[in-house]
T-cell receptor, first 116, second 111 residues
Framework: DTGVSQDPRHKITKRGQNVTFRCDPISEHNRLYWYRQTLGQGPEFLTYFQNEAQLEKSRLLSDRFSAERPKGSFSTLEIQRTEQGDSAMYLC??????????????FGPGTRLTVT | SQQGEEDPQALSIQEGENATMNCSYK?????LQWYRQNSGRGLVHLILIRSNEREKHSGRLRVTLDTSKKSSSLLITASRAADTASYFCATDEVSNYQLIWGAGTKLIIKP
């Protein structure tokens, strides 16, 4: 257990429905990341927050995807009008801006999304 | 996009043997990291090597970095069944927070 939690762990939804995932990072970490991972591949960067500011978004993040981190603590990732291609594992990670483990990212267990 | 490449894609060895995985990348980096992922689980950070370092050790792990060849290797000595997992390298080619990941090496340790 890295200290990063994600909810839910699994989500099955029908195409066209909206889904929302939550990530609770390690409390003293001010950096939070969302990644998407499909079977047999490494994670793909989606977006990054420093405190409550969303500083970077991948081109992978279409306008159906939105992420928030309203108080600089937990974050949510919403996918609207889900498509079958959205089926993947969605990973959240956090890291600290300071200290010797500056670049080390701590990952949550992921939310596995299946769109039917 | 994924710019790192791990080699081999899969590796199966007997318990007690050493396992070596390689990673190549395309542009200049500040750091290279190795992570482990057990089946269906999140990723766990193993080791970070900075661009000005050539070799680093952590327990049974040994990482090397050759910036002239843009490659790194991860050696796991005296492998154990619990080492069965996928191993990924990640580089900060774009910025110091956006990591670029390879497709991973799937390591199977046979008892």
């Amino acid at each position: 257990d890295t200290g990063v939690s994600q909810d839910p762990r699994h989500k099955i939804t029908k195409r066209g429905q909206n889904v929302t995932f939550r990530c609770d990072p390690i409390s003293e970490h001010n950096r939070l990341y969302w990644y998407r991972q499909t079977l047999g591949q490494g994670p793909e960067f989606l977006t990054y927050f420093q405190n409550e500011a969303q500083l970077e978004k991948s081109r992978l993040l279409s306008d159906r995807f939105s992420a928030e981190r309203p108080k600089g603590s937990f974050s949510t990732l919403e996918i609207q009008r889900t498509e079958q291609g959205d089926s993947a594992m969605y990973l959240c990670a956090s890291s600290s801006r300071l200290g010797k483990n500056l670049y080390e990212q701590y990952f949550g267990p992921g939310t596995r999304l299946t769109v039917t | 996009s994924q710019q790192g490449e791990e080699d081999p894609q899969a590796l199966s060895i007997q318990e007690g043997e050493n396992a070596t995985m390689n990673c190549s990348y395309k542009t200049s980096i500040n750091n290279l990291q190795w992570y482990r992922q057990n089946s269906g689980r999140g990723l766990v950070h193993l080791i970070l090597i900075r661009s000005n370092e050539r070799e680093k050790h952590s327990g049974r792990l040994r990482v090397t970095l050759d910036t002239s060849k843009k490659s790194s290797s991860l050696l796991i000595t005296a492998s154990r069944a619990a080492d069965t997992a996928s191993y990924f390298c990640a580089t900060d080619e774009v910025s110091n927070y956006q990591l670029i990941w390879g497709a991973g090496t799937k390591l199977i340790i046979k008892p």
